[in-house]
């Protein structure tokens, strides 16, 4: 069976963006070392991408314009626009729970949920995520935009790994 995982960024204290959504915080100690880590391991076993339309919409045009970054990849961006879209890139208005579905009953690797945080939540309160991997940004951001909403109950995980590099800690964790 595919796995969802919510693989993203966070501040220690649980913010994906700064206010206006940028992301230029984003890094691990030293500027000098790489931060990818676990980022190339992790992306080699995906298969299938599922975004909100406000990170597509970043990524096309602020961080990445003409240079779309998942061309190995499906990417499904959730949405009710109408908008041109890239190669390889499929807008969809069906539920996290329809979409999930689908997707698992085809062959491939992981699905990973990409974001932004409502995207998130989404799938979090269908109990839709497998794994969790979180990577703790060395930052604490004060303000911004969390990933995870006030919960009716709490979600306990159970711990799968951790991994640390320039300041930067991966917690891999499953729903028990």
Known sequence: MRDVVLFIAVSLDG???SPDGGIDWLGGESAEASDSGSYERFIAGVSDI?????????????????????DKQTTYVLTHRKA?????????????AALIARLKSQPGGEIWICGGASVANQFL????????????????????????????????????STERYNGIVDLVYAPR
């Not at 599922?50 to 970054?69: C, D, F, I, N, R």
């Not at 041109?84 to 996290?96: A, D, F, I, K």
């Open 15 to 17: 913010y994906i963006a």
């Open 50 to 70: 599922v975004m909100g339309y406000t990170t597509y919409h970043q990524l096309t045009t602020e961080l990445l314009p003409g240079a779309w970054p998942y």
């Open 125 to 160: 309160r269908a109990g839709l995520i497998d794994r969790f991997h979180l990577n703790v940004m060395p930052t604490i951001r004060g303000a911004g935009i969390r990933l995870f909403d006030t919960l009716e109950q709490p979600i306990p995980l159970t711990l799968l």
């Open 84 to 96: 041109e879209q890239e190669s390889g890139v499929v807008l969809t208005s069906e539920s996290p």
